[in-house]
């Protein structure tokens, strides 16, 4: 069983930034794909950057590519969402995701394991 914790959410004007910090915690850390995903109230839920943790291979969404960063502090088990040039629409509360993988990680599998969330929001 994987438990998750997500942190670092809060307010921001736009054009800002704010990194997320996910804690991972019940399995060893290498052959996992992780992922970062957001909502809204009322919205399907997102997904926003994707990483293999054994070779740290990551996969984004189109409309967060080059303003966020998505990596990972092995000997921490800790996965990190860079957010820069933060935008009004990227408000949402933002979820850290796991599933079991050794080869591939790509954020349209079903992921496993989430968190509780943290939430960010930005003003214009």
């Known amino acids: 069983q994987v438990q998750l914790a997500e942190s670092g959410g809060g307010s921001v004007q736009a054009g800002g930034s704010l990194r997320l910090s996910c804690a991972a915690a019940g399995a060893t850390w290498r052959n996992y794909c992780m992922a970062w995903f957001r909502q809204t109230s009322g919205a399907e839920r997102e997904g926003v950057a994707a990483i293999l943790t054994t070779n740290g291979s990551p996969d984004y969404a189109a409309s967060v590519k080059g303003r966020f960063s998505i990596s990972q502090d092995n000997a921490k088990n800790t996965l990190y969402l860079q957010m820069n040039s933060l935008k009004p629409e990227d408000t949402a509360m933002y979820y850290c995701?796991?599933?079991?993988?050794?080869?591939?990680?790509?954020?349209?599998?079903?992921?496993?394991?989430w968190g509780q969330g943290t939430q960010v929001t930005v003003s214009s």
């Open positions: 995701a796991a599933v079991e993988s050794r080869d591939h990680c790509a954020l349209f599998y079903a992921f496993e394991y």
